[in-house]
């Protein structure tokens, strides 16, 4: 994924040219050059990192992406489903801008967690610019969003030590 640094990415030592992918964003690219208007997806998958563990994170994680595009979809649609969405987790969620290189309107979704009396982010969102639809010969606005699944499994289950997921 180009939005992630070189250095943050793991390769595999006998073939420099293979890679373990940092985002699932891929499989969005995939789709769009494939599939004509509208379009409704879900892309669920394990993504590596060559980042630091710690309680708050792992080099290894599950991300779920989705997209919706298609003729009046806007970032209003964006912001009323991630509202749902989280409404129906049981959450209260707020949105910050964000920089995502893909997307421009873009937002950091976050939720309050009463016990902890805070909030955490769980996933980006955005619209797609023109400049990435055009050479997918896709002519409608798309929207796309990506979430964390081992955040969810910690608030759902108390966990305070993402570790605790892989032990």
């Known amino acids: 994924h180009p939005a992630r640094d070189m250095q943050d990415t793991f390769f595999i030592e006998k073939n420099p040219d293979v890679l373990l992918r940092t985002h699932t964003s891929s499989v969005q690219i995939r789709v769009m050059e494939r599939t004509q208007p509208p379009i409704r997806a879900i892309f669920p998958g394990r993504v590596f990192r060559n980042e630091a563990i710690s309680a708050r994170s792992h080099c290894i994680f599950h991300q779920v992406e989705g997209l919706v595009g298609g003729e009046g979809v806007n970032y209003q649609n964006l912001m009323g489903f991630l509202k749902e969405f989280y409404k129906k987790l049981g959450f209260e969620v707020r949105f910050r801008p964000a920089y995502f290189p893909y997307t421009y309107l873009s937002t950091e979704c976050e939720v309050y967690l009463e016990?902890?009396?805070?909030?955490?982010?769980?996933?980006?969102?955005?619209?797609?610019?023109?400049?990435?639809?055009?050479?997918?010969?896709?002519?409608?606005?798309v929207l796309a969003f990506g979430l964390g699944i081992e955040r969810l499994a910690m608030i759902r289950y108390d966990i305070s030590d993402i570790r605790m997921l892989y032990k």
Do not use: A, H, T
């Open 115 to 141: 016990d902890k009396e805070s909030w955490i982010e769980l996933g980006g969102s955005g619209m797609f610019r023109p400049e990435v639809l055009k050479p997918l010969g896709v002519d409608v606005p």
